[in-house]
């Protein structure tokens, strides 16, 4: 399995912006779909979104359509996510995860085999 590293959460005003990194150690993540999702307490984890392993693919919940954005350094071992114009209801922990199997496009958290161990997002009114 490959070890992933989430950081860049924080607090946040509404309307603000952050900038979310996963870095991959262990083995390289270039083959993998990699995905990015939260949990909010008392709620189950949600996919967010996910990126191919060449960026051919990029999917994400309808709620960030617009406002975040993923992208994937393969040559850095990295994936991240831009999130503009967040909002209170974006308050989660989220994760970084890899799905290994080839050819893979799914938004399923049981189908992601690595996970960080999160970073704290909180976006305040």
């Known amino acids: 399995q490959v070890q992933l590293v989430e950081s860049g959460g924080g607090l946040v005003q509404a309307g603000g912006s952050l900038r979310l990194s996963c870095a991959a150690s262990g083995r390289t993540i270039g083959t993998s779909t990699m995905g990015w999702f939260r949990q909010a307490p008392g709620k189950e984890r949600e996919f967010v979104a996910g990126i191919s392993r060449n960026g051919g693919w990029r999917m994400y919940v309808d709620s960030a359509k617009g406002r975040f954005t993923i992208s994937r350094d393969n040559a850095r071992n990295t994936v991240s996510l831009r999130m503009n114009d967040l909002k209170p209801e974006d308050t989660a922990v989220y994760y970084c995860?890899?799905?290994?199997?080839?050819?893979?496009?799914?938004?399923?958290?049981?189908?992601?085999?690595?996970w960080g161990q999160g970073t704290q997002v909180t976006v305040s009114s």
């Open positions: 995860a890899a799905d290994s199997r080839l050819y893979s496009r799914s938004y399923n958290p049981s189908d992601y085999d690595s």
